[in-house]
C-alpha cells in the first residue's frame, strides 16, 4: 500500500513536470506588458495600434506639465497673428522600412488626419485651412483663426506619422510602417502585440529587444498573470484598481507604482432642471459634499482632490480656486427624487458607484430621496443630451493640455457638453483665452474663468486621478508617462 | 406510390432545410437589427469617445453621414442583407477590419473550448450519473448529488478565478491567461465545463432511474443477468437517447461562445467579440456574430436529429 502511493506520488510529479510544467519567458530582453484592452485599433483608425505600444509617433509629444515638446517636429515659430504655424521636422528619422521621413510625408499623414472625422473626433484641426509641406523639411499649418496652443493641438494622437504608402486611398491604413523606437512583428487581434526594437530610431535607444503586449481584460487575472510571472508589468490607464494596490505592495516580487494622469473625475450639474438650475441649490450641494473624504476613502492612493476643474498637471492654467464653502441647506426641495446618472462602462475603474451612494445618504440625511441609474455608454450619452437626470459622475481627459479644450466643452453656451448653464460674459471670455497669443495675458483670462466656475459651479471636479501601475523587479525600469504611455526608450519620462 | 412519397421526401430535405435555416437567419437578423435601433446612444458617437475623447458634434454628423446612419431604417437593412447574402457581413464599426474576417479568427479558439468542454462534460455527467443512479441513496449518489448542487451554484467568474489561483499562481501548472496550446484551455475548459457535467450528470441519473423501473428491465434481472450486463445490453442506450436533444443544445450553446469564461482567460473568441461588439456599439459585428451563433445551433440542433433518425426506429418512420 506505502508503496502504491509512494508510487502515484512519483508518477504524479513527474507526469506534472512533463505536462504542466510553466513558466514566463526567461529572456531579460523581453518585456511582456498586460494591458486591460486591446490595443489593435484596425485598419480604420488614427493610428493602427494603440499609441502605449511605441510603434508611431506624433509631430509633438505632451511632456509632464502637459506643454508642447518636440517629437518628429524638431521645432515650430508662428506668425505674430498666430494664423500661420511652421513645423521644423527632424533631420534623421526614418520609417520602420528604413526609408527617410520626409516633411511631405509628415503633411500626408496630417491630411489624411483632417479628412476623415473618425480620425479628428475632437476636430482639433477644424481651424485648419491648408497643410503643405515647404522646402526640405517645413510643414506649415494656415489657420482660418490664431491658435496660441497649436503645437499642443498636433501632439500625439492627433498628428501619427505613417508612410504615405501604407495610407489607402480611403484613408485606411493598410499596415503599420511608422517611426516609433518598436515595429511590429505579429497582431493577433484581441489577444497580443509583439514588437521588435527598432535599431534606426532617432532618439534614446529602445530598452528591449521584444516588447509583448497581452489583452488581458479581467483586472484580478492581469495581477495573477503579473503574480505567476507571466507579465513583467501591468499598465494603461485603470489596469490596477486601488483595492488592489495593498495586495500588490505585500508581493515580494512586485514594485506599485503611480504616476498623476490628465484625468479629472467631475460631478456634473444638470442645471437645466430644477434645483440644480438655482445656483443656491449647486452651491450648498457642492459645500455639503466631503470631497477629501470621498477621496481618502475610495480613491485610497489613487486620487487628489480636485482645486480645478481639470488636471493641475497643466501648471500654467491651474490656479486652484475651486474650494466650496458649507452653506446652509436652502429648503423648499421642489424635486421628489434626485437621478444620479452612472455610465456602467467607468464602474469597474473607478469608485462612482460608491461615491452615488455616499452622495445619496447625503441627501437622505436632508430628507431628499435619491435614485442611482446606472446605464451602459450608449445610454449614458444619450441621458446626458436630454437631461433626464440631476447629477452625473464621469471621467474627463485634458488630451490637447490647453484649458480651451475643456471649456469649450463643457462651458461654452455651445459646448457639445454644456448642461444647461450659459452664461455670456463666459463665453466672452473662452472666444478671448482661445485666441490670445499673450501668454500672460492668456493666464489672467483663464483665471477669470476658473473664478466663475468656483463661483456658478456648473460643475464640480472631484478629484485627479493618479493611475497605478505595477512591474515585477525584474523590470524595475518600467515607467508610464502622463498619458499612460509606457517609456520602453533609455529616455526616462 | 409510398416509397415514390419517400424517395421524394429524401430528396427534398436538404433543400427543405436549407430554406428553414435561410427564414431563421433573416428573422433572427431582422429581430436584432430591430433591437439595436431601439437602444438609446449613437453609434458615431462611441466610435469616436473611444479613447476618452471629447468628441465635437460636427464630427459626430460626419460620421453618421460617413457610416451611412442617417439613412433610413428599412433603407439601411436591406443594404446589410444584400451584402449578407453573398456572404460579406461588411466592416466592423471598431476596427474598420472586415467582419467576416474577425469572427473567423476568433472560431479556433471558441471551437477548441467548446469541443473539450462538450467532452468534457458529456464524460462527466455520463460517469457521474451511472454511479450515482446504480448506487441510489447510498454514499457515492449522495456524494454526487452534494457535488452537483455545488458544481451548479459556483459562478463560472469565482471558480475561474480559484483554479486559477491554485494551479497558476501556486502549482504554475498552466498558465493565468491566454497562453498558447492545450495547455491555454484546461482551466477554461474545467470551469465551464464542471456546472455543465454537473447538471447533466443529474438528468442523466433520473434518466437511468426510470428506465431501471422499466418492465424489460426488470426481466432481464429476472432472467439472471447481472448488473452491469443489463445497463450496457438494455439501459445505456435507453438512457442516452433523452440526453441527445440535451447535448445538442449544450453544444450549440457552447459553439456561441463563453463571456465570462473567456474574459477570465483572456481567451480571444466568439463570445468576447460579441460581448466587446455590444459594448462599443459595433453594430456589423452585432449582426455577424449573432447570426454566426444562431447559425451554429441550428446546425446542431439539425445533426442531432440526424442522430436521433439514427438512433431510434420509430423516429425514422416518422
Redesign the interface.
Known sequence: MCFNIRSAKILFLLL?QI?????ASADPKTLTV?VGR?F??????RSFLHGSTNTWEGLTYLDKHLNAVPCIAESWQSTDDGRQWTFHIRKGVFFHDNTPVTNADVAASIQRIMS???Y????NY?AVISVTAQGKEEVVFRLKAPAPYFPKLTAY?SSPIIKPSCIASDG?ITQLIATGPYKVIRI?????IELEAFKEYWGEKPLYSKVIF?????A???I??L??G?IDAVAD?GAILPEQASEIRRHPDLILKQVQVA?THLLIFNSRILPFSELEYRAWFAGALNRSELVSVFALCAGIEARDPYTPLCRDFAFGLIRPESKPFPGNFSEKEVIILLNQ?TLQRWHYLEIAQVIQEMLRGYGIAAKIET?????????LKNGNFHIAIQ???L?TGDPD?FYA?WIASDA??NCGWKDAETDMLIRNARYEMNLSRRKELYRQLAEKISHFLPLVPLYHDVSLYACRKTAKEFEMDVMFRPHLTEEKP | MENYLKKQAKRYFPLKESIRLGITLFGVSLLTFLMLEFVPGDAAEMILSSHNDAVSAEKIAALRKELGLDSPLPIRYLNWLRRAVSLDLGNSFRTGDPVSREILNSLPTTLTLAFFTFLFAVVVSVAGGIVSAMFQNRLPDKCHRLWTIIAVSVPDYWLGLILMLIFSLKLHWVPVAGGTGFRAFILPVLTLGLSVSASEGRVFRASILEILSQDYVLFAYSKGLTRIKVFIRYMFKAAVIPMISMWGMLLGHLLGGAVIVESVFSLPGLGKLAADAVLNRDMPMIQGTVLTMTFFFIITSRIMDVIYFMLIPQYRKT
Open positions: 506534472s505536462f504542466f510544467c510553466f513558466s498586460g486591446d489593435y485599433d484596425g485598419t480604420d483608425s476623415y472625422p473618425r479628428d473626433p475632437t476636430g477644424q494622437y485606411r493577433a487581434p484581441g489577444d497580443r497581452r489583452s488581458i481584460t479581467d484580478q487575472s492581469r495573477m498573470a503574480m505567476a507571466e490607464v484625468t462602462a446605464t451602459e455608454a450608449g445610454a449614458y450619452q444619450e441621458t471621467p474627463y481627459t488630451m479644450f466643452y457639445p457638453r
